[in-house]
């Protein structure tokens, strides 16, 4: 199975910030298939991002998705409050379906 | 709109079974697949496996494999999921969430609310 790393484990930021998370595969993702959530506590995770670059429907355009292959990359373009919470990347390019461990996003 | 709503807090002794349930509505039932995924208190997500809501095929990551039985009820769109031989392991919340219907591979776009199950004796 792919194993996805992320980091860092843990971001703290202030609102406005620019912020890049990273997510590593311990194989290439077949044809960029690659998701981003975004957990608040206490819910269900929200998709962010499929295809490593396309925006879910109704998600900001200030989240931004790219990469290729076994690295990609989650931006946030300037934080806002309600931002601070649990990302995970997922691979869905090949069974079984894996998760990344997460990155928390902090207030500073 | 569309919508998963998951069965309430289930509390089950170690060796038992639970059955979690996952009511769809918003969208017709055959064009998407349902995949589970838990979470253990403070830990990451995992998957379980996929049933699709077109023919009922399902798969099971080898993890659950034998242990699990996902099932659908096409007549209120609901999908279940059991999962036998329980352990303080599976203390966990279970999530349903809607994918493809044809491959188990999909990422997931709506999710339910989730269901606490708590394994202890």
């Known amino acids: 199975e792919i194993v996805l790393t992320q980091s860092p484990g843990t971001l703290s930021l202030s609102p406005g910030e620019r912020v890049s998370l990273s997510c590593r595969a311990s194989q290439s993702v077949s044809a960029g298939y690659l998701a981003w959530y975004q957990q608040k506590l206490g819910q269900a995770p929200r998709l962010l991002i499929y295809g490593a670059s396309s925006r879910a429907t109704g998600i900001p355009d200030r989240f931004s998705g790219s990469g290729s292959g076994t690295h990609f990359t989650l931006s946030i373009s300037r934080v806002e409050p309600e931002d601070f919470a649990v990302y995970y990347c997922?691979?869905?390019?090949?069974?079984?379906?894996?998760f990344g461990q997460g990155t928390r996003l902090d207030i500073k | 709109q569309v919508q998963l709503v998951q069965s309430g807090v289930e509390v089950e002794e170690p060796g038992a079974s639970v059955t979690v349930s996952c009511k769809t509505s918003?969208?017709?039932?055959?064009?998407?697949?349902v995949s589970w995924v838990r979470q253990a208190p403070g830990q990451g997500l995992q998957w379980m496996g996929w049933i699709s809501g077109y023919n009922g095929h399902s798969i099971y990551a080898q993890e659950f494999q034998g242990r699990v039985t996902m099932a659908t009820d096409t007549s209120t769109s609901t999908v279940y999921m059991e999962l036998r031989s329980l352990t303080s392991d599976d203390t966990a919340v279970y999530y349903c969430?809607?994918?493809?219907?044809?491959?188990?591979?999909?990422?997931?776009?709506?999710w339910g609310q989730g269901t606490m199950v708590t394994v202890s004796s």
């Open positions: 997922q691979q869905y390019g090949s069974s079984p379906i894996t």
């Open positions: 918003g969208y017709t039932f055959a064009n998407y697949g």
């Open positions: 969430a809607r994918g493809n219907y044809y491959i188990s591979t999909d990422a997931f776009d709506i």
